[in-house]
C-alpha cells in the first residue's frame, strides 16, 4: 500500500480519536509536542549536514508528522485544519514571488530576496508607524540566531558599522569589561553574566559582518571540538589510560597531535 498524504492526515487523527485512539497521543497538546518538534528539526538539520540522504527522508516525515499533529489539534478545537495550513502556505508562496507569479522582475537571489520581504513587510505591517521593526522576531529562537535577526533588522534601517574595524572594536571593548568585571574585589556574577552577554552579542555582530552565520559557526566549532575530544580519547586508550590517570599537559600534547593528523 502506498499512502498518500490526506491518508496520513486520517492516521493522526485516528491516533487521537477517543474511541480507539492511542493513550499517549490522546495526553498531548501543544506545549507537550513542543520538544518534539525542536528535536525532529534539530535531528532533520543533522541529517543535512552529515549529507544523510536516506536519513534526511526519515526526519522529513518526522517532521511531517509533527505538522500533521498540531494541524490536529487545532482542528479538534474547530480552529483551522491541516487543509487550511497547506492553503495559507501555498498562498504565503504565491503572494511573495510576484517575480515569478506576477507580473514583477528579479533577474538574482538579492533581487528575488527583496522582493519577498517587500511582500513580508506588507503583510506584517512592519512599514506601519506605530509598529517596531522588531516586533516579529520570536522570543523561542535560539540566543545566537535572535542575536543575528534583531542585528539584520537593525542594519536594514541604517543602524550599523560600516566598517569592520569599529566592529573589531567592539569585540575588543566588551572584552576589556570582562576583564573588568574580573579583576574586581568582590566578585558579582550577574554582572559578569551581563558582560558575557555584550561580549557574545558583539561576537555575533562580528560574525554577521564577516558574512558567517554565527548558529551554523557554533555547530561547527562544536562538531570539531567533539571530533577533537573524542580522537584524544581513544589515544588514552591505546596507552592504557583514563583521563583521569592523564594530567592536562598530556591531553594537550594528544589534542595538538590530533589537529596535525586532520592538516
Known amino acids: 500500500m502506498s499512502y498518500q498524504i490526506h491518508d496520513f492526515v486520517q492516521l493522526i487523527a485516528k491516533l487521537r480519536d477517543p474511541n480507539g485512539g492511542c493513550p499517549w497521543d490522546l495526553k498531548q497538546n501543544y506545549h507537550s509536542m513542543i520538544p518534539c518538534l525542536l528535536e525532529e528539526s534539530y535531528e532533520t538539520v543533522e541529517a543535512i549536514e552529515q549529507n544523510d540522504v536516506a536519513n534526511l527522508r526519515e526526519e522529513l516525515g518526522d517532521l511531517l508528522l509533527q505538522v500533521v499533529f498540531l494541524s490536529q489539534l487545532a482542528?479538534?478545537?474547530?480552529?483551522?485544519?491541516?487543509?487550511?495550513v497547506v492553503n495559507e502556505v501555498a498562498e504565503k508562496i504565491v503572494r511573495r514571488h510576484p517575480h515569478v507569479f506576477g507580473d514583477k522582475n528579479a533577474t538574482n537571489a538579492q533581487e528575488a530576496l527583496s522582493r519577498w520581504n517587500e511582500m513580508k513587510a506588507l503583510e506584517k505591517g512592519e512599514l506601519a508607524a506605530e509598529s517596531s521593526i522588531l516586533d516579529n522576531i520570536p522570543n523561542a529562537f535560539p540566543a545566537l540566531l535572535r542575536a543575528q535577526k534583531l542585528q539584520k533588522k537593525c542594519a536594514n534601517v541604517g543602524f550599523d558599522w560600516s566598517q569592520l574595524n569599529d566592529v573589531l572594536s567592539k569585540v575588543e571593548e566588551e572584552i576589556d569589561e570582562v576583564k573588568q568585571e574580573l579583576n574586581q574585589p568582590h566578585l558579582d556574577q550577574q554582572k559578569v553574566q551581563e558582560e558575557m552577554g555584550d561580549l557574545l552579542f558583539a561576537t555575533v555582530n562580528l560574525s554577521r559582518h564577516l558574512?558567517?552565520?554565527?548558529?551554523?559557526?557554533?555547530?561547527q566549532a562544536n562538531h570539531k571540538f567533539e571530533r577533537r575530544f573524542r580522537a584524544v580519547e581513544q589515544k588514552l586508550k591505546a596507552q592504557g589510560k583514563s583521563f583521569e590517570q592523564s594530567?592536562?599537559?598530556?591531553?594537550?600534547?594528544?589534542?595538538d597531535e590530533v589537529k596535525k593528523e586532520e592538516k
Open 211 to 219: 558574512k558567517c552565520n554565527a548558529e551554523e559557526s557554533l555547530r
Open 75 to 84: 482542528a479538534e478545537e474547530g480552529k483551522f485544519t491541516f487543509d487550511d
Open 247 to 255: 594530567n592536562l599537559v598530556e591531553m594537550d600534547i594528544l589534542w
